[in-house]
């Protein structure tokens, strides 16, 4: 086992001036002396102690994730959005020696529960309501980094990190819009008002064609309230009369093109169908979905370097809207009396 006496010893310094080095207190040591010290490091092997460097730095080398899933029917960890984005957030925090603790479905007592047993540096929050989000800034002095919040909250010690849902539904009914579609539904996973973005931009794009959407062509499948397949169940006499359909996630509309396909509607042939998100399996599914892209990685480099910033002590923007962009692949097409 490499010890840092032999880290010393190796590049002639004192056992104090490899410690300053590994406990990142580098402006005492020459850029040099520095650079020696960490290619002995990386030729030797040598592993640290976290917990050792913990007691020193004060620092834990820990950022949680706190995951909502916001019901007993939903299994965050099985949606593949959110294991792209624990993927990206992993590998960015790890660049930076930092590492997670995924805290998922839990009370706010529980995630300030955890944050003080762990000792966090910072906490990620995913998929949260605005009131926990506050409960729980107000509680946890450390950096907060929101992702996909769904609303603005101006506070000094939070970085909300979004993306432009209402231009993603925008985008989507253009596109409708230019291949005919008229009659046509969103079918969405929310009724809370804070959360209609994408279904705002879409029926915008009407609008301002003087094509007028209303609630009766806006579906909820809430999945917090009901599982998915009896909420298709339930919506599906009507949707199946439209020419397009605008799904508020990729998952979604996956599992509707399925469905569509078992009572022998064809997509998109009969029906039209897109989603949003770009995950994997849209470019892999059968018609490939067409559907509105946000970049997940750049959502999670966001989200890091934000936090390391505010650990810092450096300036950051409050408020980070990222772009979407339409991805046309082959669920779509033109409308045919």
Same mark, same amino acid.
């Given at each position: ?33 520095? %650079? ?35 019901? %007993? ?49 910072? *906490? ?18 450390? =950096? ?32 409708? *819009? ?29 609008? %301002? ?50 469905? *569509? ?6 997509? =998109? ?18 018609? %490939? ?49």
């Amino acid at each position: 086992m490499v010890r840092i006496k032999d880290i010393a010893e190796k590049c002639g310094v004192s056992t104090a001036t490899v410690s300053y080095v590994i406990h990142g207190r580098q402006g005492k040591v020459s850029k040099e002396v520095r %650079e020696r010290i960490e290619t002995a490091i990386a030729e030797s092997g040598y592993i640290s102690n976290q917990s050792a460097l913990s007691l020193v730095s004060k620092s834990s080398g820990l950022i949680g994730i706190a995951v909502m899933n916001h019901g %007993e029917n939903k299994n965050i960890m099985a949606d593949p959005y959110f294991g792209v984005l624990f993927s990206y957030l992993e590998k960015e925090f790890r660049k930076k020696d930092k590492y997670i603790l995924v805290i998922l479905d839990q009370s706010v007592d529980v995630i300030i529960r955890d944050a003080r047993r762990w000792n966090l540096d910072g *906490l990620i929050l995913c998929n949260q309501m605005k009131d926990m989000m506050i409960e729980i800034s107000s509680q946890f002095l450390n =950096p907060i980094v929101t992702i996909d919040a769904s609303y603005v909250y101006e506070y000094d010690k939070l970085v909300q990190i979004f993306i432009d849902d209402f231009n993603g539904g925008y985008l989507m009914g253009q596109y409708f *819009l230019s291949l005919g579609h008229k009659n046509v539904a969103m079918v969405d996973d929310s009724d809370l008002e804070v959360n209609r973005h994408r279904w705002r931009g879409f029926r915008q794009a009407y609008m %301002e064609r003087g094509v007028v959407l209303g609630e009766d062509c806006h579906y909820i499948i809430d999945i917090n309230k009901e599982k998915f397949r009896d909420g298709l169940d339930r919506i599906f006499p009507n949707i199946k009369n439209y020419s397009a359909i605008f799904c508020v996630s990729d998952n979604y509309a996956l599992q509707i093109i399925n469905h *569509l396909s078992q009572n022998g509607i064809r997509v =998109p042939e009969d029906i039209s169908v897109s989603g949003y998100d770009d995950i994997a399996y849209s470019r892999f599914s059968i018609p %490939e979905l067409t559907t509105i892209r946000q970049n997940v990685e750049e959502k999670a480099v966001t989200a890091v370097n934000s936090m390391m910033r505010m650990i810092a002590g450096k300036s950051v923007k409050h408020n980070v809207k990222l772009p979407v962009e339409l991805v046309v692949r082959k669920s779509c097409r033109e409308y045919c009396k």
